[in-house]
């Protein structure tokens, strides 16, 4: 920041009048800094103003459950009792189910659309793709409550419970009674809420792989399979992480979608079939009603918890990316 | 850029001074879901009737309304259950409390084989939402249903997942029949800790939840299943009487209470006595600060209530919202002298 300043101090004349500052303006260039620079502080800005808003609403609830908060398993607004844990618990299940689902399913297609399909094929499918994506939530949610929740208590659930509930060990992720609604419901919803995201990034990504890449593995001998996997998918990496960080923000931070199809019971189950309740969805339902000063700091409270969760995966993604970066691909 | 300016501010300027000569007056208030639809239609009407008022009312939710009206932030609020003394002491203001139509909240379920009417005692309903109840062929539920053929299945409970005066008022009667409720959950409250069963969002989520889920059990608002044809059980009241819930039994209620109504409005009247009293039913209340500086604002407030006791009324029964009784009309006509 200091850096602009001094260069900017620097070129303007001591008697800069209107006609130095239109020349600057057509030069661009600091100007063009300014702007930039002012708009990417201004990020920084509203993010700090919004970690500090939460922080000071969430004092009622700080100060009197402190840490307690993360480890409590009640939520009582009658008896001012709060606690997150079945929320977070709730949160990062849903989430990874999401993502077990979407990822090798946006994967695979986004290299199916860039890679194999014909070029007219995949213009079309990625501009439906792209349509999904900006497909309000609710209409997910409704497509979850109609249409999935029905499936998973006749045909799915039960199949599961079947199947792999007498697995050993896998067997307690798939028990007890099945109502159609809770974690893995939401999960599933969540997951196709979120695959139009990783394919659409993906994909994107993988187009960007100059040709000589494949053609070079073509040329060492490579079928089209290794090359795609051993040359083009590592070379694009990065943006495919990216995308999956970015399904993943969209999970976590999912209210109207999650609440239909949850359960809405704050519950920590092994079982993915049991009820539950998310961060999110929490905050969409209880925030107009919560008459309480203690229940609404809890409430913003789990906010923050939510922003914190963000905050850690996010940079755990960071880590992971750097930890896998030497691996072949494209230099960092 | 500085033109623009200019010429926006004139505008604006404008606009205000014209508003002024006009002497329209702007209402902001803020409240209650529940009775939006009737809250709406009022605000219309009386508008048509008298064009200088104006009153925009946002349906932020109960909670919302007294923290705005606390906050000063609109003129007047609206909240399905009353404000608890703790929160009249949290403001700086005096707040008055007007009556003005009445809900109910009634049982639906969904019981694989039976098709009919279902009677639910007290108890049942209590020992059901506090899980203490769990089969739908319990001798609590079978013996108000003789003649019904009750599966021996586990009962779903479904309740609401927002907080909401419908939860309110369902949880403000189950604390008053039983003892073990108030130990356990407590007093009435727009969401609670439930100690049993799945959360749906708004009268429709609980509504899709039970219809999709055999031998479940939900609550939902009177005027919601009246206008959806959603079938409800009938609730045994404090004379002992199975009532199905209408609006006939929704004002019955509350005049049987009408001589027990405190001063202030605040009061419940689940649970009522009288014979033909349908015991879930709840007023719903308009929040007004005691002490209104802008005279203007003032009096179209008092205007207002006037005509919402008399004209207003009229309107409540084609929303299937029950009326006021009589001696709360004639009681609240008295108060509004109040505002200052």
Redesign the interface.
């Given at each position: 920041m200091s850096a602009a300043a001094t260069t900017i101090a620097h070129e303007v004349p001591p008697q800069a009048g209107p006609r130095a500052f239109l020349r600057r303006l057509r030069g661009g260039d600091e100007i063009a800094h300014l702007i930039t620079l002012t708009f990417a502080a201004l990020i920084l800005l509203i993010t700090s103003m919004l970690v500090y808003e939460l922080w000071a609403n969430s004092h009622l609830s700080r100060a009197k459950f402190g840490w307690m908060f993360f480890w409590t398993r009640v939520w009582d607004p009658n008896f001012d009792n709060f606690g997150a844990a079945p929320f977070i618990y709730g949160t990062l299940v849903t989430s990874a189910v999401a993502l077990c689902l979407a990822v090798p399913l946006g994967l695979a297609s986004a290299i199916f659309l860039s890679e194999l399909a014909p070029r007219k094929v995949s213009d079309v499918i990625s501009f439906l793709i792209d349509l999904l994506a900006a497909v309000p939530s609710v209409i997910y949610g409704l497509l979850g409550i109609f249409i999935v929740v029905p499936v998973m208590r006749t045909t799915i659930g039960p199949a599961l419970i079947h199947t792999l509930g007498n697995v050993p060990y896998i067997g307690a992720l798939f028990h007890g009674p099945n109502y159609g609604v809770g974690f893995l419901t939401a999960g599933i919803v969540l997951a196709i809420m979120v695959v139009p995201f990783i394919i659409s990034v993906s994909r994107e990504v993988l187009l960007t792989v100059p040709r000589e890449q494949r053609e070079a593995a073509l040329a060492m001998g490579a079928t089209r399979w290794e090359s795609t996997w051993k040359v083009v998918v590592p070379w694009a990496r990065t943006g495919i992480m990216g995308s999956v960080f970015l399904a993943l923000a969209r999970a976590l931070g999912e209210t109207m979608a999650v609440t239909m199809v949850i359960g809405n019971a704050p519950t920590i189950a092994a079982s993915l079939l049991s009820p539950g309740d998310t961060i999110a969805s929490t905050i969409a339902s209880q925030f107009t009603e919560a008459t309480g000063d203690l229940y609404l700091s809890s409430l913003i409270e789990l906010g923050l918890v939510l922003f914190l969760i963000t905050f850690i995966l996010n940079g755990l993604a960071r880590i992971l990316i750097v930890a896998t970066g030497r691996g072949g691909g494209r230099p960092a | 850029m500085r033109k623009s300016l200019l010429i926006v501010s004139l505008v604006l300027g404008l606009a205000a001074i014209a508003a002024a000569q006009n002497g329209t007056v702007l209402l902001n208030a803020a409240g209650a879901?529940f009775p939006y639809p009737i809250y709406s239609k009022w605000f219309d009407v009386y508008h048509t009737a008298h064009p200088n008022v104006q009153i925009n009312y946002q349906s932020?939710?109960?909670?919302?309304g007294?923290?705005q009206l606390q906050a000063g932030t609109v003129d007047f609020g609206a909240s399905d259950?009353p404000m608890?003394d703790e929160?009249l002491g949290q403001s700086k203001f005096k707040i008055l409390h007007f009556p003005t139509v009445l809900g109910a909240v009634v049982p639906t379920y969904n019981i694989v084989g039976v098709s009919g009417e279902l009677n639910f005692t007290q108890k049942a309903l209590a020992g059901i939402y506090l899980g203490t109840i769990t089969k739908w062929d319990d001798p609590e539920i079978a013996k108000a249903n003789a003649g019904v053929k009750l599966p021996n299945a586990?009962i779903?409970v479904v309740h609401r997942?927002?907080?909401?005066?419908t939860t309110y008022i369902w949880t403000d009667f189950l604390a008053k029949v039983s003892e073990d409720w108030k130990k356990k959950?407590?007093?009435a409250?727009?969401?609670?800790?439930?100690p049993a069963?799945?959360?749906?969002?708004g009268n429709e989520?609980v509504t899709?939840?039970v219809k999709?889920?055999p031998n479940s059990i939900g609550y939902i608002e009177l005027i919601y299943a009246v206008q959806n044809n959603i079938p409800y059980g009938k609730v045994q009241n404090a004379a002992g009487n199975f009532v199905k819930a209408d609006l006939a039994g929704v004002t019955a209620a509350a005049a049987a209470d009408a001589k027990n109504i405190p001063e202030d409005f605040r009061v419940s009247i689940t649970n009522a006595p009288g014979p033909k009293v349908y015991p879930i039913s709840s007023f719903t209340w308009l929040l007004i600060p005691a002490q209104i500086q802008d005279a203007a604002k003032r009096e179209a407030i008092k205007d207002f209530l006037k005509w919402m006791l008399v004209e207003g009324q009229k309107y409540n029964e084609g929303l299937t919202y029950a009326q006021l009784p009589k001696e709360v009309i004639a009681r609240e006509t008295k108060a509004i002298s109040l505002i200052q």
């Amino acid at each position: 920041m200091s850096a602009a300043a001094t260069t900017i101090a620097h070129e303007v004349p001591p008697q800069a009048g209107p006609r130095a500052f239109l020349r600057r303006l057509r030069g661009g260039d600091e100007i063009a800094h300014l702007i930039t620079l002012t708009f990417a502080a201004l990020i920084l800005l509203i993010t700090s103003m919004l970690v500090y808003e939460l922080w000071a609403n969430s004092h009622l609830s700080r100060a009197k459950f402190g840490w307690m908060f993360f480890w409590t398993r009640v939520w009582d607004p009658n008896f001012d009792n709060f606690g997150a844990a079945p929320f977070i618990y709730g949160t990062l299940v849903t989430s990874a189910v999401a993502l077990c689902l979407a990822v090798p399913l946006g994967l695979a297609s986004a290299i199916f659309l860039s890679e194999l399909a014909p070029r007219k094929v995949s213009d079309v499918i990625s501009f439906l793709i792209d349509l999904l994506a900006a497909v309000p939530s609710v209409i997910y949610g409704l497509l979850g409550i109609f249409i999935v929740v029905p499936v998973m208590r006749t045909t799915i659930g039960p199949a599961l419970i079947h199947t792999l509930g007498n697995v050993p060990y896998i067997g307690a992720l798939f028990h007890g009674p099945n109502y159609g609604v809770g974690f893995l419901t939401a999960g599933i919803v969540l997951a196709i809420m979120v695959v139009p995201f990783i394919i659409s990034v993906s994909r994107e990504v993988l187009l960007t792989v100059p040709r000589e890449q494949r053609e070079a593995a073509l040329a060492m001998g490579a079928t089209r399979w290794e090359s795609t996997w051993k040359v083009v998918v590592p070379w694009a990496r990065t943006g495919i992480m990216g995308s999956v960080f970015l399904a993943l923000a969209r999970a976590l931070g999912e209210t109207m979608a999650v609440t239909m199809v949850i359960g809405n019971a704050p519950t920590i189950a092994a079982s993915l079939l049991s009820p539950g309740d998310t961060i999110a969805s929490t905050i969409a339902s209880q925030f107009t009603e919560a008459t309480g000063d203690l229940y609404l700091s809890s409430l913003i409270e789990l906010g923050l918890v939510l922003f914190l969760i963000t905050f850690i995966l996010n940079g755990l993604a960071r880590i992971l990316i750097v930890a896998t970066g030497r691996g072949g691909g494209r230099p960092a | 850029m500085r033109k623009s300016l200019l010429i926006v501010s004139l505008v604006l300027g404008l606009a205000a001074i014209a508003a002024a000569q006009n002497g329209t007056v702007l209402l902001n208030a803020a409240g209650a879901t529940f009775p939006y639809p009737i809250y709406s239609k009022w605000f219309d009407v009386y508008h048509t009737a008298h064009p200088n008022v104006q009153i925009n009312y946002q349906s932020i939710g109960s909670g919302g309304g007294i923290r705005q009206l606390q906050a000063g932030t609109v003129d007047f609020g609206a909240s399905d259950g009353p404000m608890t003394d703790e929160q009249l002491g949290q403001s700086k203001f005096k707040i008055l409390h007007f009556p003005t139509v009445l809900g109910a909240v009634v049982p639906t379920y969904n019981i694989v084989g039976v098709s009919g009417e279902l009677n639910f005692t007290q108890k049942a309903l209590a020992g059901i939402y506090l899980g203490t109840i769990t089969k739908w062929d319990d001798p609590e539920i079978a013996k108000a249903n003789a003649g019904v053929k009750l599966p021996n299945a586990d009962i779903v409970v479904v309740h609401r997942s927002d907080g909401s005066g419908t939860t309110y008022i369902w949880t403000d009667f189950l604390a008053k029949v039983s003892e073990d409720w108030k130990k356990k959950v407590g007093n009435a409250a727009t969401s609670v800790n439930w100690p049993a069963g799945l959360g749906g969002k708004g009268n429709e989520g609980v509504t899709g939840l039970v219809k999709q889920t055999p031998n479940s059990i939900g609550y939902i608002e009177l005027i919601y299943a009246v206008q959806n044809n959603i079938p409800y059980g009938k609730v045994q009241n404090a004379a002992g009487n199975f009532v199905k819930a209408d609006l006939a039994g929704v004002t019955a209620a509350a005049a049987a209470d009408a001589k027990n109504i405190p001063e202030d409005f605040r009061v419940s009247i689940t649970n009522a006595p009288g014979p033909k009293v349908y015991p879930i039913s709840s007023f719903t209340w308009l929040l007004i600060p005691a002490q209104i500086q802008d005279a203007a604002k003032r009096e179209a407030i008092k205007d207002f209530l006037k005509w919402m006791l008399v004209e207003g009324q009229k309107y409540n029964e084609g929303l299937t919202y029950a009326q006021l009784p009589k001696e709360v009309i004639a009681r609240e006509t008295k108060a509004i002298s109040l505002i200052q």
